[in-house]
């Protein structure tokens, strides 16, 4: 199995959504771009955002066992995946790449 490299590559934000339609939150996301997490399989990374985690993980499973080329050629790289969080006032995307490196 490969270890994934989860890289944040860019964090959006729609006040204008968020004034309208939710309640307000003090504290919504620790995700700063350049920030790396490093994936063995199927665990989650300390400090990743369990959102986040919940709508990635399926990709980072199948690119840790040698899977990819998702969605015919979607990815010039086909050993990666680039998704985005399920917050849809500040949604952070993420790149996802399999290395060639083994999980201890």
């Known amino acids: ?6 890289t944040v590559i860019r964090k959006a ?5 968020s004034a309208r339609y ?22 989650k990374p300390e400090g990743l955002c369990q959102s986040a985690w919940d709508t ?7 690119l840790s066992h040698g ?3 998702f969605y015919d050629g979607w990815m010039k790289n086909p050993r990666s995946a680039m ?3 399920n ?3 500040r949604p952070v995307s993420f790149l996802i790449e399999a290395l060639d490196e083994e999980v201890e």
């Open 83 to 85: 998704i985005s969080c």
């Open 13 to 17: 934000s729609y006040p204008d959504l």
């Open 22 to 43: 939710e309640n307000p939150i003090a504290h919504a996301c620790d995700m700063a771009e350049g920030q790396v997490f490093m994936a063995n399989g199927w665990q």
């Open 56 to 62: 990635m993980s399926p990709f980072v499973l199948a």
């Open 1 to 6: 199995m490969k270890k994934c490299r989860i």
């Open 87 to 89: 917050d849809g006032f």
């Open 67 to 69: 899977g990819g080329n």
